[in-house]
């Protein structure tokens, strides 16, 4: 008979997974990292960390969670959540483990993993995002035993998202962040209204200047051609149609990821490139639907023939839906899409605990990803990060600090199960990310934007239109931050520039001088 504890026995409910044995059972959550304590014994039994997904992506069903195969006998630890940190976590505990089974709990039969990663330097790091199946996971991993649940998949509703625009011929898209930006750009052959809170798009990535550079690739057709899609999508037809008929509002689950509009046409009715009309410092203010419109008695305007015509034309077409916004404009659209941001999925975990949480809702994490409660750990979007960060370091809910999160949390708890400590990661040092929009690679290193500086800071600028824009925070003459978009090759050099800080009042604006290559230079 085995010594070992029981598996803990998994249930779903409209609160989420509930995890339960007959013994205590230590949970870690995704997001949070757990510091060991020299004067504790290592927990013997199974420890779980829990990698929830966001609100506002895929979606877990209120039903009992049906295991779709004999769970197994025991566990060590238990991830729950298929998203990169719940999957970077398990990989991580499956090598440091493999004589222990790594319980994962997903809410979908499809896993978001990390292919053809490459470390581009010491911090900035480039990698894929994949679709798999979780049995491609536990082939790799055989200690790794999929737990799964029924869950309507997201591509069905990019299906319906890709029929409804093939007859539209408006929409209006609400928000600024990086899924906006990339829809924005995608969406041809459809007149597009874009609401957004802020003086100029992507606030969030972006001060006005880069904004205006990326602003004159909307305007113009894209003549570039769109870059192959080389990884493998999957999808599960099996489920498809009962995924459909179970969706409903309330469901949840992982983020969207950086290929989400991969695959789809995502083409309206008419024959021209970009037509897009951006309407900035306002919100919505009313959603009204067809027959309420006309009972209201109130007037939508045409879609603005430039951004510089003032003139007030009323609508004569009929839409399915009106907007009224805080300024005062109405329009008339086929649909609208809200990209407003991501909420940390903390409320299946918060009932019966006693987490501390963060102003932005997320589960407080400490600089080993431990929440406030025992041998329960959080990595990704669901954490808040709350020890003093490096002067050049913030936490931003992105698919590269949810893998190094994930792979950070697994380290911690591994050190921890067998009474060591370990160091915080040097990719906590140095906040780096890549990514690309407009058709831009752009990757942004520190207090890119001057976050929390204060005023006395210096910006040095250089941009060549539609070919790059690189800017430089300065303080105290030490690099801070950096934007870089287009293919400028500097962001090694300007990694090493921040975490050396290096006084650089002599070089002045000769710093970004492009007949000067610093890369050599400071090499």
């Not at 750009?185 to 459809?190: L, N, P, S």
């Not at 994490?365 to 808040?384: K, Q, R």
């Not at 994930?406 to 890549?434: Q, T």
């Not at 790059?468 to 287009?486: C, H, P, S, T």
């Amino acid at each position: 008979m085995s010594s070992r504890a029981p598996v803990p026995r998994i249930l779903r409910s409209a609160k989420g997974i509930s995890v339960s044995s007959e013994a205590p059972v230590p949970r870690t959550l995704r997001g949070k990292r757990r510091k060991w304590s020299p004067g504790a014994a290592p927990s013997p039994e199974i420890q779980t960390f829990l990698a929830p997904p966001l609100l506002s992506a895929n979606r877990w069903r209120s039903e009992s969670m049906e295991v779709a195969r004999s769970p197994p006998t025991a566990g060590k630890f238990v991830v729950v959540g298929g998203g990169i940190a719940g999957v970077t976590c398990a990989e991580q505990l499956a090598i440091d483990f493999p004589s222990e089974d790594i319980l994962l709990i997903t809410a979908s039969p499809v896993i978001k993993a990390v292919t053809n990663f490459k470390q581009v330097s010491k911090v900035l790091e480039e990698f894929d995002v994949e679709e798999q199946p979780s049995t491609m996971l536990e082939n790799r991993f055989p200690n790794i035993k999929v737990i799964e649940s029924g869950v309507k998949q997201l591509k069905s509703e990019q299906r319906e998202f890709q029929k409804q625009l093939t007859q539209a011929k408006r929409i209006m898209i609400i928000g600024n962040g990086g899924i906006a930006l990339e829809l924005v750009y995608e969406i041809e052959g459809c007149e597009v209204i874009w609401v957004i809170k802020d003086k100029a798009i992507g606030n969030t990535f972006f001060d006005a200047g880069a904004a205006e550079f990326l602003t004159s690739k909307l305007i113009d057709e894209k003549s570039e051609a769109k870059i192959a899609q080389k990884r493998t999508r999957y999808t599960t037809e099996g489920r498809k149609k009962e995924a459909q008929t179970k969706a409903h509002a309330g469901n949840i689950g992982s983020a969207l990821g950086p290929d989400w509009h991969e695959g789809l046409d995502l083409k309206g009715t008419k024959e021209f490139s970009h037509k897009i009309h951006i309407e900035t410092m306002c919100e919505v203010k009313n959603i009204y639907l067809q027959e309420e419109f006309r009972i209201s008695e109130k007037k939508s305007l045409i879609f603005p023939k430039d951004h510089h015509n003032q003139s007030v034309t009323t609508d004569k077409e009929i839409w399915p839906v009106y907007v009224e916004l805080t300024n005062e404009k109405i329009y008339g659209c086929d649909f609208i899409v809200s990209a407003t941001g991501v909420t940390p999925n903390t409320e299946p975990f918060l009932c019966g605990n006693n987490f501390d949480v963060g102003d932005d809702g997320g589960l407080k994490v400490d600089d080993h990803m431990h929440t406030s409660l025992p041998d329960i750990y959080a990595a990704g979007d669901i954490c808040t990060a709350s020890w003093q960060p490096s002067p050049v370091w913030q936490q931003m809910r992105l698919w590269t600090q949810a893998r190094q999160m994930g792979w950070y949390a697994a380290k911690c708890m591994a050190a921890a199960s067998v009474g060591e400590s370990i160091d915080m990661d040097f990719s906590f040092e140095l906040f780096a990310h890549v990514t690309k929009f407009f058709n831009y690679k752009v990757v942004l290193l520190g207090k890119y934007n001057a976050q929390g500086l204060g005023p006395d800071h210096e910006l040095l600028l250089r941009c060549t239109k539609g070919q790059e824009y690189i800017k430089a925070v300065l303080q105290n003459g030490r690099m801070m931050g950096a934007v870089l978009i287009g293919e400028t090759d500097l962001e090694e050099t300007f990694e090493n520039l921040i975490l050396n800080q290096m006084n650089l009042s002599a070089y002045g604006e000769d710093l970004l001088d492009p007949n000067i290559d610093i890369e050599d230079y400071f090499d």
